[in-house]
């Protein structure tokens, strides 16, 4: 195995491990949502090189974590949940906006969860009331 090689397989394990850190951290601090940041940050892992600018183009197991995650949200809770967990995953990995914001039009899905370290998620929610389903 070559040096290259072996750093880049000791960089992936810690930003794994990292992960699963962050989403230990944020599931303490999760609302009312029946949804778990968990839930809301593995769908997309195979997603984190395309967003932090690593890769070209968007796997198609990415596409499928988005549009898997997209369905999750059911209430106005669930939006906010997602939302707040996505947002500091994407802080922490340093995603690229741009990139986030190109996920839905490549994957051909409607989405109103931003993976954006800058998004309100105060205001996502904003639009459903607690009885409304999203669908």
């Not at 810690?14 to 944020?26: C, E, K």
């Not at 303490?28 to 949804?35: D, K």
């Not at 198609?60 to 939302?83: H, I, P, S, W």
């Amino acid at each position: 195995m070559s040096r290259n090689n072996a750093v880049r397989r000791m960089w992936s394990s810690g930003w794994i491990m990292g992960l699963v850190v962050l989403v230990l951290a944020l599931e303490a601090r999760r609302g009312m949502s029946e949804i778990s940041c968990t839930q809301a940050v593995m769908p997309i892992l195979s997603c984190k090189d395309f967003l932090v600018g690593d890769a070209d183009s968007v796997p198609v197991a990415c596409c499928q974590g988005a549009e898997m995650l997209n369905n999750l949200a059911k209430n106005k809770d669930d939006l906010k949940t997602l939302c707040l967990c996505l947002k500091q995953a994407a802080t922490a990995l340093k995603v690229k906006a741009d990139r986030a914001a190109q996920l839905p039009q490549i994957c051909k899905i409607a989405t109103s969860i931003a993976i954006n370290p800058d998004v309100d998620c105060n205001s996502i929610g904003s639009m459903y009331d607690g009885n409304q389903e999203h669908n």
